[in-house]
Structure formats: structure tokens, C-alpha cells
């Protein structure tokens, strides 16, 4: 129970960061872009980003933060 609440504030506040620093940087880059579009063009980035880096980075923090080994899920 403690290592999913850890693991699920781990993923939480790193999506939180990416999709705030992905924000700024759309509004700095396009300040009149449609909510729609700028909503696609950011899931389109961080999607994937969250898929293949974050959550498996999360996994292995959790287990190092525990004083476990690497997870295989």
C-alpha cells in the first residue's frame, strides 16, 4: 500500500510539472492557439512521454526510495 501511494504521488507530480511547463511553453510559442488544438498538440507530446519515461522512471524511484530492488511491472 505504501510503495502504490509513493509510486502514485511520484506520477502524479511529475505529470503535473509536464503538463504545466508543456502549457507555458505553448503559450509562449503560440499565445492565440485554440484550446482543441493546443490540447492535441500537447497530449500528442505527452503521452508517450508519460508511457515510456516517466512511469517506468517512477517504478524505479519507488523501489530505490523503498530499499528495493527494481520492479518488473
Known amino acids: ?3 502504490t501511494l509513493l509510486r ?3 506520477l502524479w507530480l511529475s505529470i503535473y510539472v ?3 511547463a508543456g502549457l507555458t ?3 509562449a510559442i503560440s499565445p492565440g492557439l485554440p ?3 493546443s490540447t492535441l498538440i500537447l497530449t500528442l507530446i505527452l503521452v508517450p512521454t508519460i ?3 516517466i512511469v517506468p522512471m ?3 524511484l519507488t523501489a530505490r526510495l523503498l ?3 527494481p520492479t518488473s511491472h
Open 35 to 37: 484550446l482543441a488544438l
Open 51 to 53: 508511457s515510456f519515461l
Open 67 to 69: 530499499g528495493k530492488g
Open 8 to 10: 502514485l504521488f511520484i
Open 18 to 20: 509536464l503538463v504545466l
Open 25 to 27: 511553453l505553448l503559450r
Open 58 to 60: 517512477a517504478g524505479a
Open 1 to 3: 500500500m505504501k510503495a
